[in-house]
């Protein structure tokens, strides 16, 4: 999935000596991203290999903190979730991490060490681009380091005392993904998580309900229901409107049926392999998060040739007239299989 040049920044950042090194390695991202559009890099393997960079950052500001703080105390794993947990991050991203510490954990012993390591990688991992998470869902928070048993007790918290915060944290921690330290923490936690999710249908019927909070931007007849950005200019939000449905989708089946998958499109052909979705349904989704994703990198591909920040507001101007039939007819895809999903857990 990686291009040579990504392969080449990956080896960079591994043998990075500081955080100055993998600052500036971090800044040679967005031309690697700009070279694998203009290659036609699939959009998927593009997000993947944008994400095992960040991830490689990441692991390498964890060895770097360990050699400055020295070895942990105890076993610990360190968590990554929302988009990089999925391995889709585009150029717009921010952090999501969180530490599973051993139950051996002490606070009065313990925690400095990790708050330390954790401090050193959130203001690495900011110095190279990836901003602070807004929500701080990050490990320099208390709340997001904590010991296996704590976490256990929190997402049977959030499954069976569904409420909206308690949706809004599946939607980012329900994506976790474990890059360093102890595997079993994580996987522990991750098996108990999904048992859970598998078994209580008032969490499956809440979270569907969620799932619905972002649609595609269609209007009744058809047409788009754009917005305007600050130049007034008619845009739509790729993002919300577009990729964020069919990722929620895919964990509202995914958790309903306990699969492992993080991965969008691995969720969707685990679905479907499982016999849970229909073929022919899953491909159409996989279809319709390729096309609208790939138009997503060419906007912000656009946007770093121009020397402006990347976002998700495509300028419905900057689409062809093809572009913009086959965008309508994913985006109606989408809106379909969404409300077909509302039936099936909210409705039946």
Known sequence: MYTHHAQVLSNDIDAAPDVAALVGFSQRLPAVLVQMVQDGVASGDAVYTLSQCGQAITQRLLVLAEARFGSPPIPYAFIVAGSMGRNEQSAHSDQDNAMILADTFQPERHDAYFLQVAQFVSDGLAACGYVYCPGNIMATNPQWRQPLHVWQAQFRHWIETPEPSALLNATIFFDLRGIYGEASLWHDLRDDLLARTHSHALFQILLAENARSFHPPLRFWGGFSSQRNT??????????????????????????????EVNTAARLLALASHGVMNAGDAHDLIEA?????????????????????????????DLSKEERHHLKAMFKVVAGLQEAMFRHYCVN
């Open 231 to 260: 130049n007034g200019e008619k845009v739509i939000d790729l993002k919300k409107g577009g990729v964020v449905p069919v990722i929620d989708m895919a964990r509202v089946y995914a958790l309903a049926q306990g699969l492992p």
């Open 289 to 317: 998060l390729a096309c609208i994703g790939g138009l997503r990198l060419q906007h912000q591909v656009r946007q770093i040739q121009q020397g402006i920040a990347p976002d998700n507001l495509l300028l419905l101007a």
